[in-house]
């Protein structure tokens, strides 16, 4: 299905063509629940707002993020594998609960609403991180080891929880300022999506450099402190742009429409669908603020939902939504299910990425961090991965789009699975190269002579470029594909894909370190890395990594013939 079928218009009292051009007609309305004015509200001038709490956020993040399983290991005593798994774990929440933020979204509080109120308690999560990381808090009397580790994780959780209300929220939010109806809004749409990933990026620079600085030549207490008080700044900055911003009609809960689908197309197995799709049940007209989804071949078992029956039309339960739906609600389960194989083909990908936080910054503490009469920090390198983003992505959105779109006649330049599909590749060649570092690294410490963490660099810079590609085009990809009701739970999809692979990365990393150690050997991921193999392990990536992109490349050729979504 096309973006542009996709976001029809929905104030249909606006058609005639002057009253499209003054008011938005994608059904957006303003903080008073009106019609939007095109020239007052949305575009740029709001997305600014929307994008300074998310550079705020992002800070915080990050902040906590890229140096976490240094504090894990220096402040908690963790060994390596636990810290890595912990570290893991907690990334994989934060990318988890994004479901519950979009769902509460979606169907009670709006995008607004609920980025402001998860931002307070990001901001009570960083309180508790604060007071637990303290000399106050470590030196004590009643201080151990077991009280400073749940109020760690107190902290860390809470974190989760409201970064969950963000992370889906914050995008579709912004991608909600532009009028889907109009089509030269519909283009800068897509501009906004890699200027979101830039502004994520800019605060993970600051992290990578300023806050992970203070975290280890200041204090863990200040590191933490300063971003959350920069938080509370963006959440005001936030606030003031109200009046501004596009407002979304909420569309009932996602969730239990999908469900719906599911337990009415079981109920209906046993009859036969008509021959003809115009028989199947759909309302008459279509409702302001709603959408009417043409009906498509694939998945026809989900069609028995909307089968008309005298079973589910009887007086006694006139159209019960558990028994009968609609054309239209049906169609939406299925770009769900469409959009499943390239979100599958993503669990790989952030798998590589996860490396980042635990494994890459282990190697790096292996190695000489002296650079010159600096020493640089291993989190730090972290920030390698971010200016390959930060470059690139203006490139991307300047130069190769315009180029490519002359190349192939798309706004876009290139679509949306052909971007993903780079991305993939470029983690492939990051873990391969990773591995042939620590090889090299394995055979420099065995003669006593430590290599430098300068030779980390390209790793993060290519896994940089990979996310350019691969996370910004999924963004956009899901925002787009996504039924109209269920644009925060089509972002929360991309999250929900890092968490899951950040879960399998966790999982894997304890299997390897146990099978690997069987027999009283050191294993690939020992304490002492120059005991072990970790070479062995990014080997292993890379080839997941292979197998990854070449499924992805099948389903892209299978996807191109049957043109049953908008690539």
């Known amino acids: 299905m096309e973006a542009s079928d996709e976001e029809r218009p929905l104030i249909h009292h606006l058609s005639p063509q002057e009253q499209c051009s003054k008011y938005t007609c994608d059904g957006t309305v303003n903080i008073d629940n009106k019609p939007a004015l095109k020239q007052s509200t949305g575009n740029w001038r709001a997305c600014f707002f929307i994008l300074g709490v998310e550079f705020t956020e992002c800070i915080c993040f990050f ?21 890595a798994q912990s570290v893991s774990i907690w990334i994989g929440s934060c990318f988890f609960t ?10 009670y509080w709006g995008r607004y ?17 604060t007071v637990s990381a303290s000399p106050l808090f470590l030196n004590a009397s009643f201080y151990d080891g077991d009280i400073s580790g749940i109020a760690t994780y107190l902290g860390l959780y809470l974190f989760a929880i409201g970064t969950g209300g963000i992370k889906p929220n914050i995008p579709a939010f912004g991608a909600d300022q532009f009028d889907g109806a109009d089509p030269v809004e519909r283009v800068t749409k897509g501009s906004f999506f890699n200027w979101y990933y830039f ?8 992290s990578s450099t300023v806050v992970v600085w203070v975290e280890d030549n200041i204090g863990w207490s200040v590191g933490f402190a300063g971003p959350m008080l920069l938080l509370g700044f963006g959440l005001a900055v936030f606030i003031t742009g109200r009046r501004m911003y596009r407002y979304k009609k909420l569309g009932g809960s996602p969730l239990t429409r999908v469900f719906q689908v599911l337990v009415a197309a079981v109920r209906n197995h046993r009859l036969n ?21 043409q009906h498509t071949n694939q998945f026809r078992f989900f069609d028995k939902a909307a089968i008309l029956s005298d ?48 494994t890459l910054i282990e190697q790096g503490v292996a190695m000489d961090g002296r650079v010159g009469q600096f020493t640089v920090p291993p989190a730090s390198l972290a920030t390698f991965d971010v200016v390959a983003v930060l470059i690139l992505i203006p490139v991307y959105d300047a130069m190769l789009v315009p180029l490519a779109r002359r190349v192939t006649g798309k706004d876009r330049g290139i679509s949306h699975i052909q971007r993903i599909g780079v991305g993939l590749a470029l983690s492939t060649v990051a873990m391969a190269y990773s591995a042939l570092v620590e090889a090299r690294r394995l055979a420099m410490a065995a003669v006593g002579s430590p290599m430098s963490i ?50 399998l990365n966790s999982g894997m990393l304890r299997v390897v370190a146990t099978a690997t150690a069987r027999g009283g050997g050191a294993g690939w991921i020992p304490d002492k890395l120059n005991e072990g193999h970790l070479d062995y392990f990014f080997w292993m990536m890379a080839a997941l990594s292979v197998l990854n992109l070449l499924q992805f490349l099948h389903f892209s050729i299978r996807l191109r013939g049957s043109n049953t979504l908008s690539s």
């Open 273 to 293: 669908l008509p021959d003809d799709s115009s028989l199947l049940h759909e309302l008459p007209g279509v409702p302001e603020g709603d959408y009417r989804t």
């Open 63 to 83: 902040g906590v993020t890229k140096n976490l399983v240094t504090y894990l290991t220096s402040v908690l005593h963790e060994s390596n594998v636990d810290a």
């Open 113 to 129: 609403w609920t980025v402001a109120m998860s931002v307070l308690v990001i901001i009570l999560g960083l309180i508790v991180l």
């Open 454 to 503: 300068v030779w980390q660099v390209p790793s993060y810079f290519v896994l940089g470029a990979g996310e350019v590609f691969a996370v910004i085009g999924m963004l956009e990809f899901s925002y787009e594909q996504s039924p109209a009701s269920m644009k925060s739970l089509g972002t929360a999809l991309v999250q929900l894909a890092i968490a899951v692979a950040n879960y």
């Open 311 to 358: 079973k589910n039309c009887t007086p006694a339960a006139p159209l019960s939504p558990w028994r009968l739906c609609t054309v239209s609600q049906v169609e939406e389960l299925k770009m769900l299910l469409r959009m499943f194989p390239v979100w599958a083909s993503l669990l790989v990908f952030f798998m590589v990425t996860a490396q980042m936080p635990s």
């Open 98 to 107: 994004p479901l519950i933020g979009a769902f509460l979204a979606d169907t």
């Open 199 to 206: 502004s994520i990026n800019l605060g993970s620079l600051l």
